[in-house]
T-cell receptor
Framework: EPEVTQTPSHQVTQMGQEVILRCVPI?????FYWYRQILGQKVEFLVS????????KSEIFDDQFSVERPDGSNFTLKIRSTKLEDSAMYFC????????????FGEGSRLTVL | AQKITQTQPGMFVQEKEAVTLDCTYD???????LFWYKQPSSGEMIFLIY??????QNATEGRYSLNFQKARKSANLVISASQLGDSAMYFC?????????????FGTGTRLQVTL
């Protein structure tokens, strides 16, 4: 069964460092998303991406964050200068259609900022 | 704007019994979809069931069914014949089906514990 894959599964970084989280969405999907989940809290939307551009972003997704689809298969989330409060589980998701059907989630990348 | 409310932070159910996890929502979108995801302790998000606001019948997927009451804006998940492996966090979510609002909005989740 096709799946969304994310790397790394866990990354530990120092505050102020840049982090890149990588995702390979399901191959025929066109809509891509990043969500985050701070430990014990709800899943929060960060950004959606379609046709090589951001279609929607939340207030969390400030100038420290960026997304890219560099090669037609990977979908990356970059945090330029990490803060302690960026520590969370980051989920990549993809969907085949814009509105209907489920989002398929990856297993998540746990980011720990020290 | 969309809002999902899950009022049960934790629920217990005995193995083989049925359990209902509550979810209410609020939205200004005329058409929308409602989802339930399961998050086991390993952390991944597993899709369980989907209900469209335009669907006449309640969705069912194996042991999962969605009790959709549109007038009450509720979309409760019913798990029948609970199994120990059902112990997990359960999230209700929704997305609008119009405009550009394709993102999922999640509730705060309900932690289900299945006991012997």
């Amino acid at each position: 069964e096709p799946e969304v894959t994310q790397t790394p599964s866990h990354q530990v970084t120092q505050m102020g460092q840049e982090v890149i989280l990588r995702c390979v969405p399901i191959s025929n999907h066109l809509y891509f998303y990043w969500y985050r989940q701070i430990l014990g809290q709800k899943v929060e939307f960060l950004v959606s991406f379609y046709n090589n551009e951001i279609s929607e972003k939340s207030e969390i997704f400030d100038d420290q964050f960026s997304v890219e689809r560099p090669d037609g298969s990977n979908f990356t989330l970059k945090i330029r200068s990490t803060k302690l409060e960026d520590s969370a589980m980051y989920f990549c998701a993809s969907s085949e259609r814009q509105f209907t059907g489920e989002l398929f989630f990856g297993e998540g990348s746990r980011l720990t900022v020290l | 704007a969309q809002k999902i409310t899950q009022t049960q932070p934790g629920m217990f159910v005995q193995e083989k019994e049925a359990v209902t996890l509550d979810c209410t929502y609020d939205t200004s979108d005329p058409s929308y979809g409602l989802f339930w995801y399961k998050q086991p302790s390993s952390g991944e998000m597993i899709f369980l069931i989907y209900q469209g606001s335009y669907d006449q019948q309640n969705a069912t997927e194996g042991r999962y069914s969605l009790n959709f009451q549109k007038a009450r804006k509720s979309a409760n998940l019913v798990i029948s014949a609970s199994q120990l492996g059902d112990s997990a966090m359960y999230f209700c979510a929704m997305r609008g089906l119009t405009g550009t609002a394709s993102k999922l909005t999640f509730g705060t989740g309900t932690r289900l514990q299945v006991t012997l």
